[in-house]
């Protein structure tokens, strides 16, 4: 048996506004989407494929100290394509856990960024080779562990 993840589900507090979020940083189209009445939803993703669909269900801020998701990851083909997150990211106001890219951990070629959507999501880009000369931000840990 095998399994890839299909899709990741997220509430959200203001649709629209993630919504834009999403398309922007990610570039992802909007598959489908219904804004009436109390079951508003967006699926985003590539070519018909969703990624993340978006539900308007939820109040307040994303809860870092409640058991759930930690974050979820997306990876890209190379540190170009981060380089380049990495400015939507800043033009669009993201809260970075970071100062720009970071290695997973000391020596690691993989890396990348680290950041919240407008709901508080942990959220991170990352490539898998390309960031093994730079500085690691926690030295005992994953990097994405503990942000």
Known sequence: MSFQLGHVGLNVTDLEKTKQFYLRV?????I???????????????????MVTLWQQSEGHFATTLPGLHHFAFRVADMDAVRRAETTLREVGAQFAYEGIVPHGTGRQSGGLFFKDPDGIRVEIFAPTGAEELPAPVADAPTCGFF
């Not at 990610?26 to 909007?30: R, S, V």
């Not at 489908?32 to 969703?50: K, P, V």
């Open 26 to 30: 990610f570039g992802f189209d909007l």
């Open 32 to 50: 489908s989407e219904s804004a009436e009445g109390d079951r508003r939803y967006a699926t985003l993703g590539f070519d018909g494929t969703s």
